[in-house]
């Protein structure tokens, strides 16, 4: 008689990709996560927003974070899900092509059910539920992904040195419970956004 093993879907209590491991395709091989601009000894959680590169086996974490509260087009101060990989000195955006600043501050001790960021120019109306993104430049028009989403992360993962991650790259997901909103399912035609709880 052998050992049954079974495949963890995440290392939180709430799984983020529906079915077993036979319904989720990731990359061969893991990949050595890059923590260059990421808080040491935050946490990447299941399902974020990808970039890998299978020649340098590095993976890159495209930091984004759901908005939990409207902000009208002049506001400077986003409510947002707890827990964002977010820096002070990060430029975001809402829209791509659209406006992206850098972020002046963030409060992650005003209220128990999100943080605050604050930017020194607005960077324009967000309804909630939608997503803000870390963007590679600043400006008016500056709005663009840090890195160019190809996958997602398979289980949460620890910002520190030499930590490995596996990366997927087609699978179905509950929307409500990844940091993002299903905005950028274009980027990732191969993953299924499902509305269920």
Same mark, same amino acid.
């Given at each position: 008689m052998g050992i049954g093993l079974t495949r963890t879907l995440t290392t939180s209590d709430v799984p983020v990709f529906q079915g077993d491991g036979r319904d989720v395709q990731t990359v061969q091989g893991g990949f050595l996560l890059d923590t260059t601009g990421l808080p040491k000894g935050g946490i990447v959680k299941a399902g974020s927003v990808m970039n890998y590169n299978e020649s340098t086996r590095v993976a890159k974490v495209l930091p984004a974070i759901k908005v939990v509260e409207d902000a009208g087009g002049s506001a400077t101060q986003y409510k947002v899900d707890k827990g964002s990989l977010f820096q002070v000195g990060d430029p975001v955006f809402y829209a791509s092509g659209g406006k992206a600043y850098a972020i002046t501050s963030i409060d992650v001790s005003g209220n128990s059910g999100y943080d605050t960021i604050t930017v020194g120019t607005s960077i324009g109306a967000v309804p909630a539920g939608g997503t803000i993104f870390k963007s590679s *430049?600043?400006?008016?028009? =500056? *709005? =663009?992904f840090s890195t160019a989403p190809n996958g997602l992360l398979w289980a949460d993962a620890k910002v520190d040195t030499g930590e490995s991650v596996t990366v997927v790259i087609r699978a179905t997901v509950y929307a409500r419970r990844v940091p993002y909103s299903d905005a950028i399912a274009t980027a990732l035609p191969?993953?299924?956004?499902s509305q269920s709880y």
């Amino acid at each position: 008689m052998g050992i049954g093993l079974t495949r963890t879907l995440t290392t939180s209590d709430v799984p983020v990709f529906q079915g077993d491991g036979r319904d989720v395709q990731t990359v061969q091989g893991g990949f050595l996560l890059d923590t260059t601009g990421l808080p040491k000894g935050g946490i990447v959680k299941a399902g974020s927003v990808m970039n890998y590169n299978e020649s340098t086996r590095v993976a890159k974490v495209l930091p984004a974070i759901k908005v939990v509260e409207d902000a009208g087009g002049s506001a400077t101060q986003y409510k947002v899900d707890k827990g964002s990989l977010f820096q002070v000195g990060d430029p975001v955006f809402y829209a791509s092509g659209g406006k992206a600043y850098a972020i002046t501050s963030i409060d992650v001790s005003g209220n128990s059910g999100y943080d605050t960021i604050t930017v020194g120019t607005s960077i324009g109306a967000v309804p909630a539920g939608g997503t803000i993104f870390k963007s590679s *430049g600043t400006g008016d028009t =500056a *709005g =663009a992904f840090s890195t160019a989403p190809n996958g997602l992360l398979w289980a949460d993962a620890k910002v520190d040195t030499g930590e490995s991650v596996t990366v997927v790259i087609r699978a179905t997901v509950y929307a409500r419970r990844v940091p993002y909103s299903d905005a950028i399912a274009t980027a990732l035609p191969h993953i299924v956004y499902s509305q269920s709880y």
